[in-house]
């Protein structure tokens, strides 16, 4: 099973749909521990790569996912703006060129994207942020992989996982940005970058699910 770069975009822009779609949520949960504003930056950035996009042929993904990254750090404030634009930067190097991408090349690309994450934003696994969520998704997505799940059933166990990720965020103490500053009262609430980035994977999983 592979993806064209046309279908590419259409993932992103379901992405900017359920990133507006949550960005009440998103804010609320970055209100309890964070600046607030999460879920408002995180839809003016979106709606920001969807206009970028719109005259994107499609043909070169790498060049497509740099342009969403450059339009993230661009227009998303905060830490969030350079941690999920080098994400989506660092993911366009792994297909810059191709024009079809299949699940062995998504492997890369979140692997380089947490890669760049972690670079950025200098945090690890257990520090309550979206590494929460990525990082334990690549690890079950490579395991699934390698059990011999299709793609489609690898992608769901990854989401789960993605969300436990963000369910065990409520446990720990937060290690990184303004949440730092609360130490032992951070427990107890869910992280606003981990849950934005189970979003994504869930979008990513939905979509690939419709064009079994």
């Known amino acids: 099973m592979s993806i064209n770069g046309l279908q590419v975009i259409e993932l992103i822009k379901e992405i900017n749909k359920v990133i507006d779609e949550n960005k009440s949520f998103l804010t609320e949960l970055d209100a309890a521990i964070g600046d607030g504003d999460h879920g408002l930056n995180m839809s003016k950035g979106f709606s920001a790569v969807?206009?970028?996009?719109?005259?994107?042929?499609?043909?070169n993904i790498g060049d497509t996912l740099k342009k969403v990254g450059m339009a993230l750090v661009s227009n998303v404030g905060g830490a969030s703006g350079p941690l999920y634009g080098t994400a989506f930067m660092k993911a366009a190097g792994e297909v810059n060129g191709k024009s079809e991408?299949?699940?062995?090349?998504y492997v890369k690309m979140l692997n380089a994207a947490l890669a760049g994450i972690k670079m950025r934003g200098k945090a690890e696994l257990e520090d309550k942020t979206m590494i929460d969520a990525i990082e334990p998704a690549l690890s079950e997505l490579k395991k699934a992989l390698g059990e011999g799940l299709n793609p489609v059933s690898a992608l769901e166990e990854s989401r789960n996982k993605a969300y436990k990720g963000v369910e065990h965020t409520k446990d720990i103490i937060a290690r990184k940005g303004r949440a730092s500053y609360l130490g032992e009262r951070s427990i107890g609430h869910q992280d606003a970058g981990a849950t934005s980035s189970a979003l994504i994977l869930e979008t990513i999983y939905e979509y690939v699910k419709t064009l079994k």
């Open 50 to 59: 969807i206009e970028k996009l719109k005259d994107d042929p499609g043909h």
């Open 101 to 105: 991408i299949d699940i062995n090349d």
